[in-house]
């Protein structure tokens, strides 16, 4: 039976899909309004090689080729090659560490909900002392921080007990870890490893209690297993739900392994031909997939190809979807919502992590939901060419966030209560157009970070070096605060060091946005790069103010007064079209690559300022 816990999420989960398809705005309307997350199907028997049937109680000397006679799924995972399938009844498979090397699909029986769970119940407890009570555990997972943490930073907001990868649930509760029995209360537990004993606050009895046992559900490896060799072809899953796992549910590994204690990105290490890389597995294709519960991510994800499409990934410790350089990957209609359960600080986590080298990577109509202490979506050092459009981002740290890449489009997204919608960090050639910051900033910056002796050793030089940061294009956006919103719409920054040798902007071309807030909140409207300043920084309170700066910028800008609920159709229902037709010049319209990706036509390319085209 599935948890409470994981109940009250898929309930969640089809209350915001819901929500999404009756409030959305017409078909052009950007994000698309759904359906988001796992999409409710029957899944008929595949055209394959060799159809395995499993279940949780299957006999795993039994054949598995027929429905009445199902295996284990450790024996199918044993005998599939390229081009078999493993069909799975209904239940909840307690296992993990299972691995393979071929190029084969895995989904349910029909209309059946497998569930891999990564805990064991744990049913042997005895009393302690007063609400405490403890149980006899051999598979645990502790572990450490990478290297690179600034333990001296860090470590009075972030416990080192913290980093071990066990979980505790009760009634599919999850518990955070505590330092000792002392710091023991209801929603805590504490492990004693060199005893390997569990230590819970709450009377057992009545309870199911589920203790982490696997590291891991499924590794598509790259290494001989089972007898046989890597194939190169990536694994199809459909319609099944991971969770609790004492690290990442799933993996696809690149040349080399890892373990919890590596360094997740170090493959390939330093700058490289992408023609080396992300070929060891590709098209892997995972869709209408749960994850859930996993002690740092859902999965690391290597090799080009890869599509992550109408699956629910959420409360993961640190990273939800982590994908290390690969090409041509997909991300859509997606769910992506609370990471960073464990609130681990210093590791700069996010939810969606793209890291190292990736090139055209799209991520296009997904829902990144209340990541308060995290990233939503993370180019991360490196990247080419990447694509994000049409997202809907609420309640993160930073909704998108491009740092040390080269060449990214943005369009078509709404940035709702984020701290900031979009963060540019010391990135060159970045295009954002027509997206929708509602009580989100925008920001870019530059600062003298360089392959010389960075913390993180060759990262930076995988980017633009420090005099190359620059060419970005801010064009027909939207704008709005609230009354209660504080701080500048737009931040354009760079380093005091760099004010008197970087004369050139960042920004190549800023026009055509449209500013919308409550003039008597006394906040500036952008703070702009200031050479004569200290500081490096001015705050500019007009837009007319803003014209009069090198470069001449926002000639066909516009400051208006208002607010969301004055602006959109029903901003407290989130939907954020327009009531009315804004200001827009038509020399302004978006490339026509650009619009070819948003799906517009060339009216609502002409006419539109915003996420929402003009009908």
Known sequence: MQSRQFLKHCYHHCLVTLFLILCGTAAVAQPSGGPYGPIERSYPIPSAGTVYYV?????????GLSLQKPTSIEAAISRVV????????????????????QGISIQPYENEKPVFKGTQVASQWQSHAKNVWHTQWKTLFPSKPLPWWRRERNEHLTPLHRFNN??????????QSAGSIKELTRDTYYIDYAKQQVYIGVDPKDHTVEITAYDTALLRTTEKVHGKSNDKIGPKIYGITFTQYAWRALGVEGQRRFTPDDEPVDDPIGI?????YGKEVIGTLLENITIS??????GYFRGDGLVIRNSLISDT????????ASSDVLLERNIIMRNDMERITGYFVSAVKIINQTHNVTVRDNLVLDHPTSRGVWYDVGNRDGVFINNYVENTEVGFFFEISRGVTVAGNVFNNNEMGMWILNSADAALYNNTFINSTARFRRDTRSAQGDHFDWHPATGPDVFEREGHIFVNNLLVSSDDYEGPLVLMQQAPELCDQYKGSQIEQMDGNVYVRNPA???PLIVWPAPAKDSCSEDVASLKNLQQLEPKLELHGHVM????????????LKRFGLQRALPSEKSLAMPENVRKLLGWSKKAASQTVGAYPVK
């Open 55 to 63: 279940a949780p109680d299957g006999d795993a000397s039994a054949p």
């Open 82 to 101: 390229t081009g078999d399938a493993i069909v799975m009844r209904g239940g909840v498979y307690r296992t993990g560490n299972l691995e393979f090397n």
């Open 166 to 175: 066990d979980m505790v649930f009760i009634d599919g509760r999850f518990l």
């Open 272 to 276: 490289a031909d992408p023609a080396t």
């Open 293 to 298: 519960f996993c002690s740092r991510v859902a």
């Open 317 to 324: 410790s640190t990273e939800g979807i982590y994908i290390i």
């Open 521 to 523: 909140a006394g906040d």
């Open 561 to 572: 007064q208002g607010s969301p609920r004055s602006l959109f159709i029903a901003s407290d």
